[in-house]
């Protein structure tokens, strides 16, 4: 998702400055910003202090592992990008005035307890559960944030993504989106977990990267979801998938991993109500997008 973001505010007009240590990352996806004269590249790790930075006036906090196969091998490191890095990025923008979005997650909500998620929702997290190492993470992203807002008074936003897909994702992400288009573009069994009855709402990710745009230039404070309200299980995700590419692929069970999410559905009235924001890209259009991208690489 960051390479598309800075491709919309490049396009802009504005001046970039990339981050990125490339633990889950693929420098491909920055390839053609090579020779603009407006974007910048750091291979660096946002957890380090980052010298020599020029003035800035918005920072934007999108690094982490996000995937559940990543995070499951990298959980202190996804520990540290939500608490380190976030101190460090929150101390750059109070040093230069600048404004603060950072990408939180609808993982703070959970498996959750309310249908359709709310952002004053509290979430039913297990502290303590595999998927804990990032829950927590962006949960006390999102605390310090507000208390840089409350005792720095800087200017923040806070995005609560939800399931968000599209091109340059890895095929081998572990995320449900590539897994299930690797498979059925390479005639692999579909690997659904569990029942399949469990459900979830894909953003695209040019729809996504234009809500947080807009919301790094608002003056909301609270968190905002950002996500397509869309749902169906991945059952129907799977049958979507096989029709979509004419798969001949066969659906085969496998255990639910644990803490699995029941539920996820963004609420998004907020949004529409002070961004004049959602979605515009259909499931079937931006599918069809991800895979011509999975076919050409
Ligand atoms: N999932 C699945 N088969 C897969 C990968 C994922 O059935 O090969 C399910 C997973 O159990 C979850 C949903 O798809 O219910 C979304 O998983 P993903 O890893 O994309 O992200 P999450 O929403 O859990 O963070």
Known sequence: MPSHLCDLILADGHSVIGVDNFLTGNPRNIAHL????????????????LPGLPAIDCVIHAASPASPKD????????????????????EIAKTNGARYLVTSTSECYGDPL???????????VNPVGPRSCYDESKRFAEAITMAYHRKHGVRTNIARIFNTY?????????RVVP???DQALHGKPITIYGD????RSFCYVSDLVRGLYLLSQSEERYPVNVGN?????????AQRIQRLTGSASRIVHEPLPQDDPKRRRPDITKARSILGWEPVVSLEDGLKQTIAYFQST
């Open 71 to 90: 995070y499951y091998e990298y959980p202190i490191e996804t520990l540290d990008v939500g608490s380190i890095a976030s101190r460090n990025l929150l």
């Open 166 to 174: 599209g091109p340059r994702m890895k095929l081998n992400d572990g």
């Open 196 to 199: 399949g009855l469990q459900t």
């Open 34 to 49: 090579q020779g603009n004269g407006r974007f910048q590249f750091l291979q660096a790790d946002v957890c380090q202090p």
């Open 114 to 124: 309310e249908h359709p998620q709310v952002e004053t929702y509290w979430g039913n």
């Open 229 to 237: 309200p869309v749902e169906l299980t991945m059952l129907e995700f």
């Open 179 to 181: 897994q299930f288009l």
